[in-house]
């Protein structure tokens, strides 16, 4: 598509539930990114991916964070024993080939993530 | 690793007077990019700057990118209320492999 699209737009998790959201970048698009935007406005990047492959994971929290991009699949990022803090907007983007911060990054719509 | 500073991050103004956000990176950058953000929306992409010193302009927003690509500025003239939004500067450094974000400047609009 010509949009970046991200499921579902909102999601309520109790503490200590998984939570699993969903990206579809645009095709054509080889470069995926996730980020974590919390109350303040900032962007933390958690990963990318080149096509299926892990290209940067500096940001991602191991312990319980984990994502993947797989071949006709839409990517996703799954969060295990969500905590409070986990509450945030989690922005999915996509760019073209060499991407890797030298292309316009288009942004999905977001998936709001309430830990209750 | 690679920081990158916007301020302010809050700024109000009357509609009509302008408005400047400054981005400032504690590494030589590669390139910098613009990104503004409406209220309850997603990023969307404004512009890249590339090259030391550019200046580029759209309609009354002017970026400018500084000769030693550490720092950049993006100026909005003449506010309209539908400049309303947070302002993001990000920067990819020399040699780097991803987007690093400034914190945004928040900017609200007296009609």
């Known amino acids: 598509g010509e949009e970046v699209a991200q499921t579902p737009k909102h999601l309520v998790r109790g503490e200590g539930q998984k939570a699993k959201l969903y990206c579809a970048p645009i095709?054509?698009?080889?470069?995926v990114f996730w980020y974590q935007q919390v109350l303040k406005n900032e962007f933390k990047f958690l990963i990318s991916?080149?096509?299926?492959?892990?290209?940067?994971e500096t940001g991602m929290p191991k312990e319980r964070f984990s994502a993947k991009c797989l071949p006709n699949s839409p990517c996703s990022l799954e969060i295990q024993a969500t905590k409070l803090e986990d509450s945030a907007v989690y922005f999915c983007a996509s760019s073209q080939s060499g991407g890797q911060g030298n292309q316009p990054q288009h942004f999905g719509d977001g998936t709001r993530l309430s830990i209750l | 690793g690679q920081q990158v500073m916007q301020i302010p991050q809050y700024q109000h103004v009357q509609e009509g007077e302008d408005f400047t956000t400054y981005c400032n990176s504690s590494?030589?950058?590669?390139?910098i990019q613009w990104y503004k953000q409406r209220p309850g929306g997603h990023p969307v992409f404004l512009i890249q700057?590339?090259?030391?010193?550019e200046v580029k302009k759209q309609k009354r927003l002017t970026f400018q990118f500084g000769e030693a690509k550490k720092n950049s500025s993006l100026h909005i003239t003449a506010t309209q209320t539908t400049d309303v939004g947070t302002y993001f500067c990000a920067g990819c450094g020399r040699g780097a492999q991803k987007l690093v974000f400034g914190q945004g400047t928040r900017l609200t609009i007296n009609p």
């Open positions: 700057l590339v090259k030391s010193g």
């Open positions: 991916f080149q096509n299926e492959n892990v290209f940067d």
């Open positions: 095709k054509g698009h080889s470069y």
């Open positions: 590494t030589t950058l590669s390139n």
